[in-house]
């Protein structure tokens, strides 16, 4: 019986493919989790840059931790000319701050204020089709449930944030914050990890009185990967995975 091939989707993350047999599986939703400064955005943004740089895929960055306008700065560091792409219609980046502190938002795309979870489900919905998007990245699902004020109902917002996603036919990375990964505590509310089909945890570790980081794939669906922690760095091209530097 010959094993059911499945698509890959390349990360564009120099390391990571070898991990898990060349890429995430088309059409999936990942979960990136770690605690603040464990390098989440660069990770998410890289995905989505990559993607129309290199892969030809049109990506959807959905920002509700920090402006626009920051966001395309702090790519720009790495290199990463996010305009020129936006400007092809092959990068769109949806601006989820500025209403929520009250401010009108000079992007193409922005939330509304007071937009209930179906009301922000469709708009991106509709970016997703604008751009014929392949890739979407939401930064961040803790984000997500203070702005709708949906904290206390966060498994119904993530259960329907999945349908959705599963119907659009992206590859999906969500990220969420993990307060304390050591203590098995991987995100913020306890279910995020739930609902996607794969989990990559990104940390720090003590090593010799410095702070070292590492990468650690928890769950990926029709995909045999590692449990191991591998080293990765954020170089000025972004992010490095180094997968034959097993060391901790």
Same mark, same amino acid.
């Given at each position: 019986?010959?094993?059911?091939?499945?698509?890959?989707?390349?990360?564009?993350?120099?390391?990571?493919?070898?991990?898990?047999?060349?890429?995430?599986?088309?059409?999936?939703?990942?979960?990136?989790?770690?605690?603040?400064?464990?390098?989440?955005?660069?990770?998410?943004?890289?995905?989505?840059?990559?993607?129309?740089?290199?892969?030809?895929?049109?990506?959807?960055?959905?920002?509700?931790?920090?402006?626009?306008?920051?966001?395309?700065?702090?790519?720009?560091?790495?290199?990463?000319?996010?305009?020129?792409?936006?400007?092809?219609?092959?990068?769109?980046?949806?601006?989820?701050?500025?209403?929520?502190?009250?401010?009108?938002?000079?992007?193409?795309?922005?939330?509304?204020?007071? =937009?209930?979870? @179906?009301?922000?489900? %469709?708009? +991106?919905?509709?970016?997703?089709? *604008? #751009?014929?998007?392949?890739?979407? $990245?939401?930064?961040?699902?803790?984000?997500?449930?203070?702005? =709708?004020?949906? @904290?206390?109902?966060? %498994?119904? +917002?993530?259960?329907?944030?999945? *349908? #959705?996603?599963?119907?659009?036919? $992206?590859?999906?990375?969500?990220?969420?914050?993990?307060?304390?990964?050591?203590?098995?505590?991987?995100? %913020?509310?306890?279910?995020?990890?739930?609902?996607?089909r794969g989990v990559i945890l990104?940390?720090?570790?003590?090593?010799?009185?410095?702070?070292?980081?590492?990468?650690?794939?928890?769950?990926? %669906?029709?995909?045999?990967?590692?449990?191991?922690k591998y080293p990765f760095e954020?170089?000025?091209?972004?992010?490095?995975?180094?997968?034959?530097?097993?060391?901790?």
């Amino acid at each position: 019986m010959s094993r059911h091939t499945v698509e890959r989707v390349k990360t564009g993350i120099p390391g990571l493919d070898d991990l898990i047999e060349g890429g995430f599986p088309r059409g999936t939703t990942v979960l990136v989790t770690g605690p603040t400064g464990s390098g989440k955005t660069t990770f998410v943004a890289q995905f989505v840059y990559k993607g129309a740089e290199l892969y030809d895929e049109p990506g959807v960055i959905v920002t509700l931790e920090e402006r626009a306008q920051d966001l395309r700065r702090e790519m720009m560091n790495f290199g990463w000319d996010v305009k020129k792409y936006e400007e092809e219609g092959k990068i769109a980046i949806i601006d989820g701050v500025s209403s929520a502190v009250g401010l009108p938002s000079e992007e193409r795309f922005a939330l509304e204020e007071g =937009l209930n979870i @179906e009301g922000f489900l %469709r708009y +991106v919905y509709r970016v997703v089709k *604008t #751009i014929n998007a392949r890739r979407l $990245v939401v930064d961040s699902i803790p984000s997500i449930a203070i702005r =709708l004020r949906e @904290e206390h109902n966060i %498994r119904e +917002v993530l259960l329907k944030l999945n *349908t #959705i996603l599963l119907e659009m036919g $992206v590859t999906t990375i969500l990220t969420t914050e993990a307060e304390d990964p050591k203590r098995g505590k991987l995100s %913020r509310y306890g279910v995020e990890e739930y609902v996607a089909r794969g989990v990559i945890l990104l940390d720090f570790i003590e090593k010799d009185v410095e702070l070292k980081r590492y990468l650690l794939i928890r769950k990926m %669906r029709e995909t045999r990967h590692s449990m191991k922690k591998y080293p990765f760095e954020i170089t000025e091209d972004g992010v490095v995975v180094y997968p034959s530097g097993e060391i901790y």
